[in-house]
């Protein structure tokens, strides 16, 4: 039971591993971008493994911003919030990478890009 497991976990990472291409992290804008169905399919596994982080990152913001009462409870829920929605723009990007939907340039269905991008506290 374990073995097919661990081989789908192996042949994900190499998959995802072996799209990351030029452009991962770059700084360009979505407008001086170009994207194709292969940065779509990156940009969608990646914002699908990454969503929790957005609730981690408003609970800090949030705490940051205003005191940690806040933080737990209103950064929680805005959290909750924005990595079902980051999760759910990235099983569409995911499902439509090859079809132009439902942007003809396959740009990102949210800004920003990735999870990383957001402004706040910014980690070396």
Same mark, same amino acid.
């Given at each position: 039971?374990?073995?097919?497991?661990?081989?789908?976990?192996? #042949?994900?990472?190499?998959? @995802? %591993?072996?799209? =990351? *291409?030029? /452009?991962?992290?770059?700084s360009e804008?979505?407008?001086?971008?170009?994207?194709?169905?292969?940065?779509?399919?990156?940009?969608?596994?990646?914002?699908?493994?990454?969503?929790?982080?957005?609730?981690?990152?408003?609970?800090?913001?949030?705490?940051?911003?205003k005191n940690? #009462?806040?933080?737990?409870? @209103? %950064?929680?829920? =805005? *959290?909750? /919030?924005?990595?079902?929605?980051?999760?759910?723009?990235?099983?569409?990007?995911?499902?439509?990478?090859?079809?132009?939907?439902?942007?003809?340039?396959?740009?990102?269905?949210?800004?920003?890009?990735?999870?990383?991008?957001?402004?706040?506290?910014?980690?070396?």
């Amino acid at each position: 039971m374990k073995q097919p497991f661990a081989r789908g976990l192996v #042949l994900f990472c190499f998959f @995802v %591993g072996a799209l =990351q *291409g030029s /452009g991962f992290g770059s700084s360009e804008t979505s407008e001086t971008k170009k994207y194709d169905w292969q940065t779509k399919l990156k940009r969608g596994a990646i914002n699908i493994v990454t969503s929790p982080v957005e609730v981690a990152r408003q609970i800090q913001m949030t705490s940051n911003e205003k005191n940690l #009462l806040n933080g737990w409870t @209103v %950064g929680l829920v =805005q *959290g909750l /919030g924005q990595a079902v929605v980051r999760l759910g723009s990235g099983l569409i990007d995911v499902l439509t990478c090859p079809f132009d939907f439902p942007d003809p340039h396959k740009g990102p269905l949210m800004e920003p890009e990735f999870v990383w991008q957001k402004p706040g506290v910014k980690y070396s």
